[in-house]
């Protein structure tokens, strides 16, 4: 069975296709009379209006496009869940997408999400698509990173001041007695990574007798955790560290199953471990897991404030891009303190 097209409507209703069209997107230029019979056509012929088609027309959605790097991480999930809520106050959806870390799939989503003319979007990039979404920008689509701070004020964004969650997480570790600290985590080109380790390294060189060596790994996983606690669980008892700074919560979840399973290291009097993001799993893992936590949500919530005021502002040559940087705050369990 064919679906109830506009023209089926005016044909029942009496009137013309502009009339009912009017009906539906400006109903204050019809007469009450031609507005129910238009209204009484529809509900006899259960007419459903396509607003994707007519958005699309009108060269827009309502609709965001996010991309992020793992939609199976935790923390993704936390913050296109707070951009969520924010987007439909003023009657958004959110359409989430994962790049899973590859250049080509992250392509493969922009290119969908322009052809979709997407009301803007929001991106953890992967790759170097900073030429793209000037391009996008120029077709009325703007962007805000997500998690990712700009070296200058290209596009808005938000993020964490991870160099300082890196410093907070090592000075811990350096405050609970621990001196032979590692640093897990990788690949080291993601920005996050990076940072995170700049701040441990910071820390680590001011103090005196205290050491940091670095595991890197291809993903931040829990299987990738598993896989650096097996490598150190080769390694003779007085060679291995005494604390562990994991690039995010995943890893330190990998790494903890491992270390507890094997028998061989009880997490913290043996090696002290904290993680990165606070995910919900953190709090309830076999040794509750000390963390450095970002407020998820809320990175959403602003993501998408900053992008409804680049969309108000398309074509202000004076519009100030804003970065939005949030301070991490460290969070303390049972996986640094035997108390």
Do not use: C, W
């Not at 995170?196 to 890197?216: F, K």
């Not at 994991?246 to 990998?254: E, F, Q, T, V």
């Amino acid at each position: 069975m064919s679906s109830v097209s506009i023209k089926d409507v005016a044909a029942l209703a009496g009137v013309s296709i502009g009339t009912v069209s009017n009906v539906l997107n400006r109903p204050e230029r019809v007469s009450p009379e031609s507005r129910e019979r238009v209204h009484t056509a529809i509900e006899k012929l259960g007419y459903v209006r396509n607003d994707a088609a007519r958005q699309l027309r009108a060269g827009h959605s309502r609709s965001i496009g996010m991309i992020v790097l793992d939609v199976g991480n935790p923390f993704f999930t936390d913050v296109a869940h707070g951009a969520e809520t924010r987007a439909s106050v003023d009657g958004y959806s959110l359409l989430l997408a994962s790049s899973d870390e590859d250049t080509s799939r992250e392509q493969v989503y922009l290119d969908l999400f322009q052809e979709q003319r997407v009301h803007g979007m929001l991106i953890t990039p992967h790759g170097d698509v900073v030429s793209q979404l000037i391009a996008l920008r120029r077709l009325g689509i703007p962007t805000v990173l997500v998690d990712r701070q700009t070296e200058n004020r290209t596009f808005s964004s938000v993020a964490m001041d991870d160099v300082a969650g890196g410093r907070l997480a090592a000075q811990h570790l350096i405050d609970v007695g621990r001196r032979r600290l590692a640093f897990v985590g990788g690949p080291r080109s993601l920005r996050q990574v990076a940072d995170r380790l700049a701040g441990a390294r910071t820390v680590v060189h001011q103090a005196s007798g205290v050491s940091l060596e670095t595991l890197g790994t291809s993903a931040l996983t829990v299987d990738e955790g598993r896989a650096a606690a097996e490598t150190l669980l080769k390694r003779p008892e007085s060679e291995r560290p005494d604390a562990i700074f994991a690039a995010n919560d995943l890893l330190a979840i990998g790494i903890l199953q491992t270390l507890t399973m094997s028998g061989a290291v009880a997490i913290p009097n043996d090696m002290a471990l904290i993680g990165y993001d606070d995910i919900s799993f953190a709090a309830s893992s076999a040794v509750p897991l000390s963390s450095v936590r970002q407020p998820t949500a809320l990175i959403g919530e602003t993501a998408v404030d900053l992008l409804l005021r680049e969309a108000q502002a398309a074509g202000d040559e004076n519009f100030e891009h804003e970065q939005i940087v949030f301070q991490p705050e460290l969070v303390v369990r049972a996986s640094t303190s035997a108390g």
